[in-house]
């Protein structure tokens, strides 16, 4: 009797050991970088500091490219750059979880991650990925794995929101409307006005103040002069 219980309970640890890692969710991604994809403006964020912009001045740019994901369980995924697969590239892949701008790549950066990471994701909400060479002008193949509680997966970019509402996001109103900029700067006009009413915010610079406008919808500066603040709002 006590040699088959022995061996029940090995059999089970046997079991725990085997079907424990298939619990954890690894999701890898793989794609090509290519000369002919987008650029970044003034280089890209610092692996190690999402609010570090690493450009070394040479000519060419950082190229890169950009996956919009989701998870399926709220929790802490490890990250792996799996350049040690044959034909691969040192990659750097940037998380932000709220509108992704070329020009400024450290807003709304969430986590920069070079060669192994770990960051928390929450389900429900959409993050965007931007994959970028360790150097320049590197391109080509690269994979990276993502490990955790749950499941990472993309969606479609025809599907997905290009600016989401910025987690830091709080109500302002514009009384009268007001004239939108490109960026924090009375030179760079876009042409056109936003209309009065409630808006969403998420920071200021200098006299400007950023606007959400929606998911197709790249955010604008407006002038802080013709903002109300109401309860929560960042300029108040």
């Not at 609010?51 to 950082?62: A, Q, S, V």
């Not at 990471?117 to 391109?139: F, H, M, V």
């Not at 876009?190 to 406008?213: K, M, Q, R, S, Y």
Request: charged share 15%.
């Amino acid at each position: 009797m006590k040699r088959t219980t022995g061996l029940f309970l090995l059999a089970i640890a046997l079991l725990a050991v085997w079907i424990l890692p298939a619990l954890a969710g690894t999701s890898t991604f793989t794609g090509t970088l290519t000369s002919s994809d987008p650029q970044y403006v003034n280089g890209r964020p610092d692996g190690s500091d999402c609010g570090n912009i690493i450009d070394d001045l040479l000519p060419e740019k950082y190229v890169y490219q950009l996956l919009y994901v989701g998870v399926t369980v709220t929790g802490t995924y490890d990250y792996v750059d799996n350049r040690s697969t044959a034909g691969t590239i040192d990659i750097e892949v940037a998380v932000f979880d709220g509108p992704f701008h070329p020009d400024t790549p450290t807003d709304n950066c969430l986590s920069s991650m070079d060669d192994s990471d770990t960051i928390t994701l929450e389900a429900g909400k959409q993050y965007i990925l931007a994959i970028t060479s360790w150097d320049r002008p590197t391109t080509g193949p690269y994979s990276f794995s993502l490990t955790g509680p749950g499941d990472v997966f993309e969606i479609p970019a025809e599907t997905a929101c290009t600016y989401p509402l910025p987690s830091n996001a709080a109500l302002i109103s514009l009384p009268a409307g007001a004239p939108a900029f490109w960026s924090p700067d009375l030179t760079h006009t876009t042409g056109f006005n936003i209309p009065a009413g409630t808006w969403f915010a998420f920071g200021t610079e200098g006299d400007f103040v950023h606007l959400w406008i929606a998911c197709p919808g790249e955010p604008v500066w407006v002038p802080s002069n013709a903002v109300a603040p109401i309860e929560g709002s960042p300029t108040s």
